[in-house]
C-alpha cells in the first residue's frame, strides 16, 4: 500500500495576503501573477512550433501548475483553456478561494501582512479566505515609520521597543519578522550603541541605507522581545525576490548571534529554509534546539525539485523542526499548487523511506503529520 496524504490536514507557516483582481486575467497575467519575477514583459512572447507553442518564461513550476489546474477544472491542459476556466469560476471570489483551499485541506495560514505593500488589513484578507489568520509582525516597517517621528537614536528606539512589545502582545501575533537579508545581510554583529547611534542621521535620510550596525541593533531588539514573550523570530534566509542580498543570506551566517547565552531560548524560525543552502538550515536545526525552519518558496517554486529539497532537508534536520510553508503571495491557486505539490513530493520520498526499510509506514505517516501541521501546532502552542 503507497502513502497517501490526501486528507491530511495542512497550515501553511508562510505566506501573504492577496485580493480580487480588478478584471479577468489575459493568459500573460496569469503567469505574472505566478512568477517571482516582478519585472514586466517576462511573457511577452511565445515560443511556436508545428503542433505547440509556449510562453516564453514559462518554467516547471508554471507547467505543473497549469497541468494541475486543468485536472481541477476538467480542462485541456494549455494555459489558454485554463486561464478562461479560471476567469470564469474566480467571480465570487471567495467562494472560489474556500473551494481551493477545501480541496487540499488547507486549514491554516501563518501571513506576512508586511508584504504587498500598501498593506492588505487582515480582517479584509479574512473574509477572502472565510477564517481567522496567524499573523508575524514585520520589524523593518516599524524602523521606517519611527525614524521620521524621532530625532534622537534613543528616542527612537524606545519608540520601537515599545512597539514590537506591543504587537506581540495581541492575539494572533506568534511572532516578529525580519528581512534584514535584503538590507545589510545575515551576519549580525554584537550590539554596538555607539556605531548604530552614529548612523541614525544617515538612516534618517534614506531607509534604504546599509546602516548595519544599527540594523543588527534593532534585530538584537527584536530577538529581545521575542525571547521576553516567549513568541518566534522568523528571519528571512536564502533566495527572495530580485533585491535579496544574496551574498549575505546564507542561514550560517546566523550562528554567531544565535550562539549569544542570552538568545539559548529564543525560538528562531528560518524563513524559506535558507533555500539554495537549505542543508545549512537543515544542519543548524539538528544542533540548535531553537532553531526551526520552514519549506516555503523552494516550495512550491522549485517545481519538482521538492523531492529533492524534502530529501536533503531530512539528511540532517530532525522529523520535529521542518514545517510546511508556500510564500504564496498573489493568488489562491498559488496556495493550493503549493499544497498539492508538496503533497506529491513527500508521498513519493516517505514511500522510498518505508520500502528502504528505514521506517514503518506508521513512522512515515506520523513524520508526515508532523510536517504538514502539528510542528506548528506544537511550537505554537501558548499563542494559538
Ligand atoms: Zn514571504
Request: proline residues 4%; hydrophobic residues 40%; charged residues 25%.
Given at each position: ?9 495542512i497550515?501553511d507557516v ?6 480580487q ?24 512572447t511565445?515560443?511556436k ?11 516547471m ?14 480542462c485541456?491542459p494549455?494555459?489558454?483553456?485554463v486561464?478562461?476556466k479560471?476567469?470564469?469560476s474566480?467571480?465570487n471570489f471567495?467562494?472560489y478561494t474556500?473551494?481551493?483551499?477545501e480541496?487540499?485541506?488547507l486549514?491554516?495560514l501563518?501571513?506576512?501582512y ?15 479566505v472565510?477564517f481567522r ?9 516599524v524602523m ?14 524606545e519608540?520601537y521597543r515599545a512597539?514590537l ?8 501575533v ?5 528581512i534584514?537579508?535584503?538590507?545589510s ?9 555607539k ?19 544599527l540594523?543588527d ?5 527584536a530577538?529581545?522581545e ?5 513568541k ?14 544574496l551574498?549575505?543570506a546564507?542561514?550560517n ?9 542570552k538568545?539559548a531560548n529564543t525560538?528562531v ?12 538550515a537543515a544542519f ?9 525552519m520552514d ?13 529533492r ?24 491557486e498559488?496556495?493550493w499548487l503549493g499544497?498539492?505539490l508538496?503533497?506529491?513530493?513527500f508521498?513519493e520520498v516517505?514511500?522510498?523511506w518505508?520500502?528502504?526499510?528505514y521506517m514503518?509506514r506508521?513512522?512515515a505517516?506520523t513524520?508526515a ?7 506548528f ?8
Amino acid at each position: 500500500m503507497v502513502i497517501d496524504l490526501e486528507g491530511v490536514k495542512i497550515i501553511d507557516v508562510h505566506c501573504h495576503p492577496f485580493l480580487q483582481n480588478e478584471r479577468p486575467y489575459m493568459e500573460s497575467e496569469f503567469l505574472e501573477e505566478l512568477s517571482l519575477s516582478v519585472r514586466p514583459g517576462m511573457f511577452a512572447t511565445k515560443i511556436k512550433t508545428k503542433t505547440d507553442s509556449m510562453y516564453s518564461g514559462l518554467n516547471m513550476y508554471m507547467q505543473i501548475t497549469i497541468q494541475r489546474l486543468a485536472k481541477y477544472f476538467s480542462c485541456e491542459p494549455t494555459i489558454e483553456a485554463v486561464v478562461e476556466k479560471r476567469n470564469v469560476s474566480a467571480r465570487n471570489f471567495s467562494e472560489y478561494t474556500k473551494n481551493l483551499f477545501e480541496d487540499v485541506q488547507l486549514e491554516g495560514l501563518l501571513v506576512d501582512y508586511g508584504y504587498p505593500t500598501p498593506a492588505i488589513p487582515n480582517q479584509q484578507f479574512e473574509k477572502v479566505v472565510g477564517f481567522r489568520t496567524w499573523e508575524v509582525y514585520r520589524i523593518e516597517p516599524v524602523m521606517d515609520r519611527l525614524r521620521e517621528e524621532h530625532d534622537s537614536f534613543s528616542t527612537f528606539i524606545e519608540g520601537y521597543r515599545a512597539d514590537l512589545r506591543s504587537a506581540l502582545g495581541r492575539k494572533g501575533v506568534l511572532g516578529l519578522k525580519s528581512i534584514i537579508a535584503y538590507r545589510s545581510g545575515l551576519e549580525i554583529v554584537s550590539m554596538d550603541e555607539k556605531k548604530a547611534t552614529s548612523q541614525f542621521d544617515f538612516y534618517k535620510e534614506n531607509k534604504r541605507e546599509t546602516v548595519k550596525e544599527l540594523r543588527d541593533y534593532c534585530l538584537h531588539i527584536a530577538m529581545e522581545e521575542c525571547t521576553r514573550a516567549k513568541k518566534a523570530m522568523h528571519i528571512h534566509t536564502g533566495v527572495g525576490d530580485g533585491e535579496v542580498l544574496l551574498h549575505k543570506a546564507s542561514p550560517n551566517l546566523l550562528v554567531t548571534m544565535l550562539r549569544e547565552k542570552k538568545y539559548a531560548n529564543t525560538i528562531v524560525h528560518l524563513v524559506h529554509g535558507g533555500y539554495p543552502w537549505m542543508e545549512e538550515a537543515a544542519f543548524m536545526c539538528s544542533v540548535f534546539p531553537n532553531v526551526y525552519m520552514d519549506l516555503s518558496l523552494q516550495n512550491p517554486f522549485a517545481g519538482h525539485g521538492v523531492k529533492r529539497i524534502i530529501s536533503q532537508v531530512f539528511e540532517f534536520a530532525p522529523f520535529n523542526k521542518v514545517m510546511y510553508g508556500s510564500d504564496a503571495f498573489t493568488i489562491p491557486e498559488m496556495n493550493w499548487l503549493g499544497v498539492k505539490l508538496f503533497k506529491e513530493c513527500f508521498e513519493e520520498v516517505l514511500q522510498s523511506w518505508v520500502e528502504k526499510d528505514y521506517m514503518s509506514r506508521k513512522r512515515a505517516k506520523t513524520i508526515a503529520e508532523l510536517v504538514l501541521y502539528k510542528n506548528f501546532e506544537e511550537l505554537y502552542k501558548d499563542s494559538l
